[in-house]
């Protein structure tokens, strides 16, 4: 979280340092301030707005382990492995407080339930994070137009790489998820069968 707040801090201070000494729009410094220091807070609000929609307002079916719709491929997965996804993804934020699920490790593997639940989790943590990359750049049009490629772009890219990250580790995980739930459904039926 300190690595997070500390790049969000960085990115605002060279979008202030850039605005104060090249001056594009000959703004005051204390708009420049103004302007620069609102966005991480507006950012913030957009992905928590953007989170609260998508897991709140569209139905769990849509975001259960059978849903064909939020399938990995192993081409997708190769693509985080190549963007280097297994060695930074344990150093990630993880913010599942905020849904009193953690998706940091699987704390009960032999739980075919929770395991499900992971799933959904995962389905819901990814399309939120989509949703707050997109909802960045709709601060273009809450700011005067000429601002947009010296304040909201960087400020919104910098979003959309933070939530990014996360979003390729949730997809990442996905596959060994339903592989999990997958034996955990057949060690069930094998055990109905031999109850019966």
Known sequence: MILY????AFADICIIAFNAVCNPLGLSVRTILIAALILPFALIAIDGLAA???RWCLPAKWFDYSSRFQAVSKRECRIYELLGVKLWKDRVVELGMFTKFS?????NPEDRAYIERFILECNYGALCHLAGIAGGYFLIFCYP???APYFVIPAATVNAVLSFLPFMILRYNLPRLHRIRAILEKREALHAKRDS
């Open 145 to 147: 137009p000429s601002f």
């Open 52 to 54: 609260t929609v998508v």
């Open 5 to 8: 707040i500390a790049l969000i």
């Open 103 to 107: 998706k940091k490790s699987v704390e």
